[in-house]
């Protein structure tokens, strides 16, 4: 029908002349929309603490401990039982985040603006690989890595950008996709860009030589940092679209552990959802997907925005997983 091709020509051309904009950043509970003490943000569909997966729960104890809402695991199962902590996903806060993708009120965000449409988008910042949140662990040192990026890298960081000036995060991307990365699963040529934009402002803050070296030791050695400037900026892209009546494109797709949940245009802000998959892909030796948890993360916004699976031509070191 005309009126529906219309409409997602009109989808398109929102698409197409997004403009997302790294323009600062802050702490959740003063950025984020609707975000208070109590509340526990995750990646993917709605989901209530008793059908939440391993992960997913394990990073919920994570975050609780983190607020100091809880001083042992234990405490934390307790407390997000009882039905005091509320649970929603990061997409009704206009967020994202990978993996079990939780944020609370104290974890520091990048703020990103789509200067065409005057919508913003947050994200946390990634923490690296091995024991971390996003996967569901919860130990000592993930609250302490967490507590780091807190009190050491997010002020580096937050006081650079302000040096800096805002960083077109489009731009950002298309180079990258030119360089190996797809932007969802790769992000190296991403991060390495962004490294080098920031640099220069990262020694002119006012914080110690040592300090500096800290957190160029963490950006250098973490490759998917980018990741958490890539999703906000699709965030940002494809939350206008979700707004264009009778459209049909897919504007949100995501997976909490448990479901896996997209949104359409035309149907504004209903969920769809149906029960997580495992991957079929590349494991490390030893683990099968008899190892798996199903699907979780909010990262495949990337794809509702064409990249990521949509663009795997461009990153061919990766096609194997």
């Not at 059908?51 to 407390?79: F, W």
């Not at 990103?112 to 923490?127: S, W």
């Not at 250098?220 to 892209?237: E, G, I, Q, V």
């Amino acid at each position: 029908m005309q009126f529906i091709e219309d409409a997602n020509k009109q989808a398109l051309e929102i698409m197409q002349t997004a403009q997302p904009t790294l323009v600062g950043m802050g702490i959740a509970k003063d950025v984020v929309p609707g975000m208070h003490k109590k509340l526990v943000m995750h990646a993917g569909p709605p989901i209530t603490w008793d059908k939440m997966s391993g992960p997913l729960r394990g990073a919920v104890i994570g975050g609780l401990i983190y607020e100091g809402l809880a001083q042992t695991p234990e405490e934390a199962e307790t407390l997000a039982a009882s039905g005091e902590i509320e649970f929603d996903p990061c997409h009704h806060h206009n967020a994202v985040g990978p993996m079990a993708g939780v944020v609370t009120a104290s974890m520091p965000v990048f703020i990103i603006e789509n200067k065409t449409q005057g919508n913003f988008a947050y994200c946390t910042q990634n923490e690296g690989l091995g024991q971390v949140l996003r996967f569901g662990a919860y130990g000592p040192e993930v609250v302490e890595h967490l507590k780091w990026m807190e009190k050491t890298l997010y002020p580096i960081l937050k006081e650079a950008l302000e040096i800096h000036g805002p960083i077109d995060l489009k731009n950002l991307i298309a180079q990258s996709v030119q360089m190996g990365d797809e932007v969802h699963n790769r992000n190296k040529a991403t991060t390495s860009l962004f490294i080098r934009e920031m640099a220069s402002s990262i020694v002119k803050t006012n914080s110690s030589r040592e300090d500096q070296v800290k957190v160029f030791d963490f950006l250098n050695s973490n490759d998917h940092f980018a990741l958490n400037l890539s999703m906000p900026a699709a965030k940002a892209t494809m939350d206008p679209v979700g707004k264009v009546k009778h459209s049909t494109v897919v504007y949100t797709m995501c997976g909490n552990g448990t479901e896996f949940g997209v949104r359409v245009a035309a149907l504004g802000d209903r969920w769809f959802t149906a029960p997580a998959e495992i991957i079929d892909g590349l494991y490390f030796p030893g683990y099968s997907m008899d190892d798996a948890n199903p699907d979780i993360g909010d990262s495949c916004i990337t794809e509702t925005m064409g990249i990521g699976g949509f663009s795997m031509a461009t990153a061919p070191a990766i096609v194997q997983f």
